[in-house]
């Protein structure tokens, strides 16, 4: 699987910085953005991404850029709105903790996922019982998605992201929480 870190670009002067600020992950700069340039996700190399992340997080901190951050009710709502999105599916989801008490909540939450229950009410239900979704897995074609409770995204190596417009959609959706057409 191919590793990305996703970003919303928060001030217009990173532009002229973006690919400086790519290599930072990857030897190979490879990254693509939004229609609008708001956001863009950035293959990572872990070793190089590891080795840089003083300076990643100085981007942080002087305002240009904003990692993405993912919530349980993110989660929650991108597996439901990946129904409306055509050419893609649901497949599964992991709770961090992996017991046979969490294996009978994530039924129930998947059961309230199909009875198609407010997010509000799922996200309670996780909170009450300190449940944290760890990954959800999409599928696109016959490409496997995973977004990561980390923040970081997973692809089939099949899968070129500078080709797929679906990617960037829940990219988009996960910074805004709104479907782009």
Not at 57 to 85: C, D, E, H, R
Not at 137 to 166: C, H
């Amino acid at each position: 699987m191919k590793t990305y870190k996703a970003y919303q670009i928060l001030n217009d002067s990173f532009y002229s910085d973006e690919k400086s600020f790519a290599s930072l992950h990857s030897s190979k700069s490879n990254f693509m953005k939004d229609d609008s340039g708001q956001f863009m996700c950035i293959g990572v190399t872990p070793d190089t991404y590891l080795l840089n992340e003083d300076k990643i997080s100085n981007y942080f901190s002087i305002g240009y850029v904003s990692p993405l951050v993912v919530t349980n009710y993110k989660m929650l709502a991108l597996i439901l709105v990946v129904s409306q999105i055509d050419g893609i599916d649901f497949i599964d989801f992991s709770f961090k903790e992996n017991s046979e008490e969490s294996m009978s909540e994530k039924d129930y939450v998947q059961s309230m996922l199909t009875e198609k229950d407010p997010i509000i009410d799922i996200s309670n239900f996780l909170k009450e019982n300190s449940q944290k979704i760890q990954y959800i897995d999409l599928k696109e074609s016959n490409n496997k998605i995973r977004i990561s409770s980390t923040g970081a995204i997973y692809v089939s190596p099949s899968l070129d992201i500078n080709k797929n417009s679906i990617f960037m959609k829940i990219v988009t959706f996960l910074f805004t929480g709104e479907l782009r057409k």
